[in-house]
């Protein structure tokens, strides 16, 4: 073969391993920005949530429902199950909004927690 023409396979391949190294990166920064996602909410909804259900069942406490420490221990082991149903109670019980996912750059993380923990979403 030509010199030209194994010069030109050579500078293919290596744009090619260039792509796909970028592309490398760019899920790494990506799954990155995930386990960030989910630290935080660990770190910061879950503590938010369960304040909302301790004041919840509080202001609910009555002869039908009892709301022992019991059932709030059961309740908030329930909701603190995973993050995904921790982000869940967030958004139910208004703790967080869509629009605050929107400007924390992380409603795509949302949908993908929710997707691959869809088997531990409350229904």
């Known amino acids: 073969m030509d010199l030209s023409v194994n010069l ?10 260039v792509l796909f190294l970028a592309w490398l990166i760019w ?15 660990e770190q910061e909804l879950k ?8 004041e919840e069942m509080a202001a609910t406490r009555s002869d039908l429902l009892p709301n022992t420490l ?3 221990e059961a309740t908030i082991r329930y909701w603190s199950a995973s993050a995904a ?30 997707h691959i923990e869809r088997d531990k979403l409350h229904r």
């Open 85 to 114: 149903r921790v982000l869940q109670a967030a958004l139910m019980r208004e703790i967080i909004d869509e629009q605050w996912l929107k400007s924390t750059g992380n409603l795509r993380n949302s949908q993908h927690l929710f």
């Open 70 to 72: 019991a059932h709030q």
């Open 8 to 17: 030109e396979i050579i500078v293919v391949i290596a744009a090619i391993a």
């Open 27 to 41: 899920q790494l920064m990506r799954a990155k920005h995930f386990t960030q996602f989910k630290r935080q909410i």
């Open 47 to 54: 503590p938010k949530v369960i304040a909302s259900i301790i």
